[in-house]
């Protein structure tokens, strides 16, 4: 009995080893595959049918991430507001709208693709565009930054709160000069790993604003492209090299927000804190 | 300032109401208009056909079988390393490889098709296929089951590492070896947390669009074997929203009232199983302090 178990720690470590080379191995894949097909027409050249480019995608990416912080950062902050310094994160609305946003969070994102075509393309009559894209975009990560906002509010001492009313300073006035600013590096740090998520996201884009690869938006209401749509455009239509390199730019894309999410989070939180943590 | 914030907060609530409404007043009609056994347990999908049939059970039978191997790979292969980075790995490698994974959890799903598109599919169909085709349920779920590696490795760890040392410690004083305390005691200490991890993932598998379109072939057939052209319920939203429009548009989105029955479903489950966790980490907590 004792054996066996003691041959357990082996097939553990086994485990381990090959989930991490399973996960590695997409990632040095990608990028060992992709690089030397990189250039840097591929990725600011005209696109044209013969030397398909990404910069429209790179455009289309901007565009949305652009239109979905914009939208999703102030009604994330603001709501996580309300349920951690207006009804102390305690009762039945708090109970309500924590369920409300985990069942956003579970929805899967080609549902949201069908939600953001339902209203944007047929109900609003806009057809495909970026911004209908966005928008929807907003919606999904909405959960994640109201969900990371509220816990960086929590771990705000709450005897910065009482000091600051104890100076005769006014509610609002103290969430934004006092209790914002210590949550800022948790914030941030969920501002930046829900863009990451926009940036990956494709499945919603297909229906919202229809992959079309080959031109720069020329507003936000017209259709367009983004890189990991580009990815999925150029492998389905046999474009593989070109594939394999924009898997590149996207996953130094994505890896670079990952990196900076938790650097700069750290930056802020020394620089309220000084040195203390 | 008030009603701002009380506004934003209840915009969630207002977005996830919207949601629900439009996908049900948009397909559910479809459903009855077709007959919902018809839909549902219907193996005909043929929206292009003269007198089209819209029957969606081929892709709920794929999607449940993507499902349930990918999880059971990711499972089984994510929960033992959760417990090799708990115990049987040297204590300076833990935070390094737990801060990979959870930067390889970052990695977009488009990506994962690609990988999937280009080594797992070819590689199958060389070499493990029997019917020579590479596309199909089995690299589909091959793929998913390591896109999901993180989140269960992730969980499964956070719950471990939840349950109080001093179980560890009281059986090991009771002679129990390092490992049967581990898979004798804390395991079983750890598992509604690890079960709320694997709903989660069931969740992710289920749902999940780019990765499967690129490695499941997409023909709306029955499946009969691991190794054919299939296609999964999000499969043939996203397939099908590039080809069609009018009446069969509606069975994309009956499609998708389908998918989000599930995902709420699955929802309810991981709210249950998450508040039997705290309820017991309240009875914990008072027994602990009961001195």
Redesign the interface.
């Known amino acids: 009995m ?1 054996k066996a ?2 041959a ?2 082996y ?6 080893v ?3 080379i ?6 040095a ?2 990028l060992i ?1 992709g690089v030397d097909k990189l250039s840097l027409n591929l990725v600011f050249g005209e696109y044209t049918d013969n030397a398909p480019t990404v910069f429209p995608a790179l455009v289309g990416t901007l565009q949305l991430v652009c239109i979905a912080a914009i939208i999703a950062v ?3 902050v ?2 996580a ?3 951690v ?2 009804t102390n994160n305690k009762g039945k ?1 708090v109970k ?2 924590q ?6 969070a ?10 953001g ?3 944007f393309v047929v ?1 609003f009559g806009w057809g495909y565009s970026m911004l209908g894209g966005g928008i929807t975009l907003a ?1 999904m990560i ?2 994640t930054i ?1 969900r990371s906002t509220q816990e960086s509010l929590l771990s705000v001492q709450g005897g910065l709160r009482e000091g600051a009313y104890a100076l005769g300073t006014s509610k ?1 006035r103290t969430i934004f000069k006092i209790v914002l600013p210590s949550a800022a590096g948790g914030i941030v740090t969920a501002i930046i ?1 829900a863009i ?1 998520r926009v ?5 919603v884009l ?2 919202t604003i229809n ?1 079309v690869v080959n031109k720069v938006p020329e507003t936000l209401m017209s259709p367009g492209t983004s890189l ?2 580009d ?2 455009y150029f ?2 239509h046999g474009y ?1 090299d070109e ?2 390199a924009t ?1 590149v730019v ?2 130094i894309f ?2 670079i ?3 900076l999410a938790g650097f700069i989070g750290n930056l802020i939180r020394k620089s309220t804190y000084g040195d203390a943590k | ?2 009603g ?10 207002l ?2 109401a ?2 629900t409404v ?2 049900f007043i ?1 397909g559910v009609p479809f459903i009855a208009k077709t007959g919902f056994a018809k839909f549902i347990f219907g193996s005909d999908w043929a929206p292009l056909a003269d007198t089209p049939s819209y029957g969606i059970f081929p892709m709920i039978v794929a999607s449940l079988y993507v499902t349930a191997l990918s999880v059971v790979i990711g499972i ?3 929960l ?2 959760a ?3 708990y115990k ?2 040297p204590k300076r490698l833990v935070a390094p ?1 737990r801060q ?5 959890a ?10 999937g ?3 797992i599919v070819p590689f199958v169909r060389d070499y493990l296929s029997p019917t020579g085709v590479g596309y199909g349920i089995f690299s589909a779920s091959i793929v998913l089951g ?1 896109m999901i ?2 989140t269960i ?1 992730s969980v499964s760890l956070d719950s471990l590492n939840s349950v109080p040392n001093t179980y560890y410690e009281g059986a090991l004083a009771l002679g129990a ?4 305390a581990t ?1 004798k005691i804390m395991l079983p200490a750890a598992k509604s947390g690890i079960l709320a991890g694997v709903v989660l993932a069931i ?1 992710r598998a ?5 990765a499967v ?2 490695v499941i072939g997409g023909s709306p057939e029955m499946p009969e074997s691991l190794f054919q052209s299939v296609r999964t319920l ?1 499969a043939n ?2 397939m099908g ?2 080809e069609l429009n009018g009446d069969a548009l509606s069975a ?2 009956a499609t ?1 009232v389908v ?2 029955v599930f ?2 479903i ?2 309810v489950s ?2 249950i199983l998450k508040r039997d966790n705290a309820d017991k980490k309240e009875k914990k907590g008072k027994r602990g302090t009961a001195k």
């Not at chain 1, 399973?22 to 990632?27: D, P």
């Not at chain 1, 940036?199 to 499945?203: G, K």
């Not at chain 2, 970052?106 to 690609?114: A, D, E, N, Y």
């Not at chain 2, 289920?206 to 780019?210: A, F, R, V, W, Y």
Request: glycine share 8%.
């Open positions: 004792r178990y003691s357990m720690k097939v553990c470590i086994a485990a381990l090959i989930s991490m399973a996960l590695v191995a997409v990632v894949y990608v595959n102030p009604i994330g603001a709501s507001i309300f349920l310094e207006y609305f309500i709208v369920v409300a946003t985990e069942t956003l579970g929805i899967p994102s080609i549902v949201y693709g069908l939600f075509y339902l209203i109900a919606i909405l959960p109201v609002v790993l990451g940036v990956s996201e494709s499945a297909l229906l992959m990991a749509l990815i999925y492998a389905s593989p594939a394999a898997a996207l996953l994505v890896m927000l990952n990196l | 300032m008030r701002v914030f009380l506004f934003s907060a209840i915009f969630s609530i977005a996830l919207t949601i439009f996908l948009s089984g292969i994510g033992l390393t417990l090799a980075l049987f790995c490889i990979m994974i959870n930067l390889l970052g990695i977009p799903s488009v990506i994962f098709g690609l990988f598109m280009t080594v390591i590696l993180p490795v070896t390092k490992e049967q898979f969740g289920i749902g999940e669009t780019m379109i690129m999000t939203i996203a929203a590039l994309l989105i998708g998918l989000f995902t709420l699955l929802n991981f709210g």
